[in-house]
């Protein structure tokens, strides 16, 4: 490749910074001020479960060599860890959980590409564990920060973004640099293809994070707790002046 030329990783990157964005944004809207409800966040794994677990229960079926390659490290399947996370916050019979019609509406999409021009996958494979090197380690900073005070031994620590026997950077690298190497085999436009393909990731990930429920009621529940506290607030306010001036 050429001094030149610019990384097929940085293409995609920039075709999709506005659509990342947007989706970055919403993310952070749904779950940002729903970090410790559990049932919120277990609504999250819900959703992107079955997006991971397609993904990677497609290797087999499809045994294509350059799809294998984005899987390099063994650390990157995630399927288990979110089984296992998934059981902690939804319970035992969460796989009984009814998916949205977002959701339903992903898979369909996915068994589409996979029937029709399967190396379209590799743009969802590449974004979505790209964002979970990514954007995941920030949420789970994030329920960290808001989680429990004096954790102990104990407490349950997330499986899906706990990658702590990892080098993130280094795995990022890798990741993009296998990407790299794939696209060096491409056409132009298989190129061009993957590329509007990955707008469609983002697309469809904010439909199915917009399905996640259970929100609006965390934002009641802390409206009324806001509202309890400032109501005691006055009271004692009053109650001060009454006693000033009696």
Not at 11 to 38: G, W
Not at 175 to 197: C, G, P, S, Y
Not at 221 to 230: D, Q, R
Request: aromatic share 10%; proline share 2%.
């Amino acid at each position: 490749m050429s001094e030149n030329t610019e990384l097929f990783s940085t293409r995609m990157r920039k075709a999709t910074r506005k659509i990342h964005s947007i989706s970055d944004a919403l993310v952070n809207a749904k779950f940002a001020i729903s970090l410790r409800d559990e049932k919120v966040w277990g609504g999250g794994l819900f959703v992107f479960y079955h997006i991971f677990a397609y993904l990677e229960d497609a290797k087999d079926r499809l045994n294509m060599p350059d799809y294998n390659s984005l899987f390099a490290h063994k650390i990157l399947h995630r399927k288990r860890a979110f089984e296992e996370d998934l059981f902690h916050y939804l319970g035992e019979e969460w796989k009984t959980n009814p998916k949205a019609p977002a959701l339903e509406n992903y898979l369909q999409h996915l068994q589409d590409l996979e029937r029709e021009n399967p190396k379209l996958l590799m743009a969802y494979v590449y974004h979505l564990y790209l964002g979970l090197l990514s954007g995941g380690q920030i949420l789970a900073k994030k329920r960290k920060m808001f989680g429990e005070k004096n954790p102990t031994p104990e407490t349950y620590i997330d499986k899906v973004t706990d990658f702590s026997e990892a080098d993130i950077g280094q795995l990022k690298k890798d990741f993009r640099e296998v990407m790299n190497q794939i696209a060096e085999k491409l056409t132009e436009d298989e190129k061009q293809a993957l590329i509007d393909e990955s707008t469609q990731v983002f697309l469809m990930n904010n439909l199915i994070v917009n399905s996640v429920g259970g929100q609006d009621q965390v934002i009641k529940n802390m409206l009324y707790k806001v509202s309890a506290v400032a109501i005691l607030m006055v009271g004692a306010v009053l109650a001060y002046k009454m006693h000033k001036f009696n």
